[in-house]
């Protein structure tokens, strides 16, 4: 659907994918051509590791994505859920253009150390799931529940007395955003474009209007006073890991 869409208009966008499953250089060559030819283009602008492997040699791994570079298949290269330890490894093989790390007003683990390494190493950083998987989106009730087979039924921040503290929580800073003229999802989202280590931030979208008010939320500068003001509602409130 995308190489479709873009017909004619590819030279205005930055195409972004991933590296699924294993790191072998066979899997590697075969992705990157599966991707090129579904998204009818010679080439990605930036090519992702989905997730750290470490059974599979990081300087490997890095030599065949700066092998696709020479190849001119890709531009850039970037990692998700990486942690610092694993940038720095990745690093000593070539650079690393960005990184996507879990980052929103609830999942704060990211500024500890990744947030900062990338910063102080020149990486980009595309922030995902700033709406908290939901919980930052004002619809849920302490009592919903979630179809068959959403990973939420197991995720540990959806359970019980923390999934209950966590809708609490996103009602104080839904009031907020409302005093501000605007939605809780476009607070979540400008909330972590304030960060000055966040280059971008990835929000889904089911339809087009949802679309167009994520794109509006980057135009939502919060100061240093709106930051602090909504950390004291927050009130040290934080889901430490959604999963665990």
């Not at 590296?19 to 080439?43: F, P």
Request: with cysteine.
């Amino acid at each position: 659907m995308l190489g479709k869409a873009l017909v004619g208009r590819r030279d205005k966008v930055l195409l972004a994918t991933k590296l699924s499953g294993d790191h072998s250089l066979e899997h590697m060559n075969e992705a990157i051509e599966n991707s090129l030819r579904a998204l009818d283009t010679d080439y990605i602008d930036l090519y992702q590791l989905h997730g750290p492997k470490p059974e599979y040699p990081i300087e490997d791994t890095m030599g065949g994505l700066l092998r696709l570079k020479e190849q001119g298949k890709i531009r850039y290269i970037g990692v998700s859920n990486f942690s610092a330890e694993q940038h720095a490894e990745a690093l000593q093989y070539g650079h690393v253009d960005s990184s996507q790390p879990m980052y929103s007003m609830l999942v704060r683990t990211a500024e500890e150390a990744v947030l900062p390494f990338c910063q102080a190493n020149g990486i980009g950083v595309i922030v995902h799931s700033p709406l908290a998987k939901g919980l930052l989106t004002g619809k849920y009730t302490p009592d919903h529940k979630f179809p068959d087979g959403d990973e939420r039924n197991w995720m540990a921040g959806f359970q019980g007395e923390r999934f209950a503290d966590a809708l609490r929580v996103a009602d104080k800073l839904k009031a907020w955003a409302e005093s501000q003229r605007h939605s809780l999802f476009e607070l979540a989202i400008a909330w972590t474009l304030a960060n000055s280590a966040v280059t971008s931030c990835i929000s889904g979208a089911k339809t087009p209007e949802q679309a167009i008010q994520n794109a509006a939320a980057a135009d939502w500068v919060l100061t240093q006073d709106a930051l602090r003001e909504l950390d004291q509602i927050q009130d040290g409130f934080r889901v430490l890991n959604l999963h665990h």
